[in-house]
């Protein structure tokens, strides 16, 4: 839980760190390329390639792609289409998708998902009621195409650890988790990438100095090792932590005049979809151990 905590409170700068001085400013593949790639430099220092079965080295990767490679692409481009608050209060789905994919695994099919995943889809729009553009609907969906990843990622990374062998420290293996996120993001920069679009200060080179080293290269291996430690729902609940953190790290230090009265409100819908959730999850288990 420790490791969670801590991880929630070093990300919930970051939000406010893309959004006010590299949203708009530095090409959002190159950033992403850069932030994966001085992640990956702090592991390959650790990283023992011929320990670990190639089985395993592909999952790493796999989920590295998803997790941070294809989450961190959509991650930065919904800053072009939304503000800071919004990408933060939308990244309230993913204990949803959590869950979801948890359901996916076990072989069943919940329908009141449904409802409380259209509940929070009036919550989204309760924000943006007076100015709903199809730019805010685009910048919705691609936060949720970045949730989803992020949550497969975590669901996947948790399924993966207890086969992984005992006798290897994760560090020493989680270089691959790493270099499967620069299969996506190098392509991506090679294709899509602005090279007109670089950093052209010190301070946008140093705030992605401390993106990729400290908050994508240690907080993602703190996060995933933390993941492994907690139960499902506990993870589900640190998801939706980092929320107000970044929000009231936003509102206090960058956008003090922002529309608080509506962020609150449609957040308040957001979050009531989400407690009917789990309301409803731990009814339905209750009656399950009855029965």
């Not at 592909?58 to 959509?74: E, N, P």
């Not at 869950?99 to 329908?111: A, E, H, Q, S």
């Not at 730019?135 to 207890?162: D, E, I, K, M, T």
């Amino acid at each position: 839980m420790g490791y969670l905590i801590g991880v929630t409170t070093l990300w919930a700068f970051s939000f406010s760190l893309i959004g006010v001085y590299l949203s708009g400013q530095v090409d959002s593949y190159f950033a992403v390329l850069t932030r994966i790639g001085l992640a990956a430099l702090v592991f390959l220092i650790w990283l023992r390639p011929r320990r670990l079965p190639l089985g395993h080295v592909l999952g790493l990767m796999a989920i590295g792609a998803v997790q941070l490679g294809a989450m961190y692409i959509g991650f930065y481009q919904s800053f072009l289409l939304l503000s800071v608050p919004e990408v933060l209060l939308f990244t309230i789905f993913t204990p949803l998708y959590i869950t979801l994919i948890d359901d996916i695994l076990k072989g069943r099919f919940t329908p009141f998902y449904l409802f409380t995943a259209a509940l929070a889809v009036l919550g989204a729009a309760v924000i943006r009621y007076a100015d709903i553009s199809d730019a805010y609907w685009v910048g919705f969906l691609v936060v949720q195409s970045s949730n989803l990843c992020f949550a497969v990622g975590q669901v996947a990374y948790r399924h993966l650890a207890p086969r992984l062998p005992r006798e290897i420290a994760h560090r020493h293996i989680f270089g691959w988790f790493y270099l499967g996120a620069l299969c996506v993001a190098l392509p991506a920069f090679w294709l899509f990438g602005d090279v007109t679009a670089l950093p052209t200060t010190s301070l946008q080179w140093g705030i992605l100095l401390w993106l990729g080293v400290v908050a994508s290269g240690l907080g993602y291996f703190l996060w995933n090792k933390g993941a492994c430690r907690v139960d499902a729902g506990t993870l589900a609940i640190m998801n939706n932590a980092l929320v107000p953190a970044g929000l009231l790290v936003n509102l206090l230090i960058w956008n003090r005049d922002a529309d608080v009265l509506r962020l609150v409100l449609g957040g308040g819908i957001l979050l009531a979809s989400l407690l009917i959730n789990t309301w409803w999850r731990r009814r339905h288990q209750a009656s399950l151990d009855v029965a």
